[in-house]
């Protein structure tokens, strides 16, 4: 852009030069607005082709006020068809390039901005969707630990149940081996029941002659 506004200057000092008329006077002096104002208002300048030329420059001024790149395209197509024999001829064209280019240029920051705005707003609603999905998990895993913490509490009490019913079970079993040590001991001493003591007393057996040699049967309730 620099340099195209060099070449805009240089093209601007190179169209200026001792004219007589009105127009040129205005443009000479530096007071384009009043140039342009006399040029648009006499259609006759059309058929002047430094006319021509000289007010498609003062529209290519990016910092003017009559900054119109459309209109300079315009004069100065028109000066290359109606004055080929110009002496402006070669600046007409190199003109017209860099106006070209400058639009290929506008055009293609101007698509390239909405492209990025599009960027911009998918970019945005990515975001947004993000931060959505992110607060939806951030509330999960909340209610995650939450849950986490109750199954918790919840393991905690079944092994203080459980180690409840193990110490019981094993206090029932200590009583069992306990009873059951009572009862063998009871049967090894020789402990008769008092029912076993009740029983018939046994006659002699048929032909013995002493009843002191007779031995009573003690029946023992197992």
């Known amino acids: 852009m620099n340099r195209t506004l060099v070449i805009l200057g240089a093209l601007v000092l190179a169209a200026s030069g001792c004219a007589s ?10 007071r384009y607005d009043e140039a342009l104002d006399v040029f648009e208002s006499d259609s006759g300048m059309e058929a002047d082709d430094q006319a021509l030329y000289r007010a498609a420059l003062l529209h290519t001024l990016p ?6 790149p459309a209109r300079a395209v315009s004069l100065l197509e028109h000066l290359l068809l109606s004055r080929p024999e110009s002496s402006h001829r070669g600046e007409a064209a190199l003109l017209l390039d860099l106006l070209n280019g400058i639009e ?7 698509r390239r901005q909405v492209e990025l705005e599009r960027e911009v707003a998918r970019l945005s609603e990515e975001a947004g969707r993000l931060e959505e999905e992110l607060a939806w998990l951030h509330t999960r895993l909340e209610r995650q630990e939450e ?7 919840v393991i905690f009490r079944m092994t203080a149940d459980l180690q409840q019913r193990y110490d019981e079970f094993a206090a029932l079993q200590d009583e069992l081996e306990r009873l059951k ?31 002191a040699s007779v031995r009573p049967r003690i029946l023992i309730d197992r």
């Open 181 to 211: 040590a009572i009862d063998l001991r009871s049967l090894r001493g020789g402990s008769l029941r008092p029912d076993a003591l009740s029983g018939p007393t046994l006659s002699p057996a048929p032909g013995a002659t002493d009843s």
């Open 147 to 153: 849950d986490r913490e109750a199954l918790y509490q």
């Open 104 to 110: 290929e240029t506008r055009a293609d920051a101007a």
């Open 21 to 30: 008329s009105e127009f040129n006077r205005h443009f000479d002096s530096g």
């Open 63 to 68: 910092d003017g006020p009559t900054y119109d």
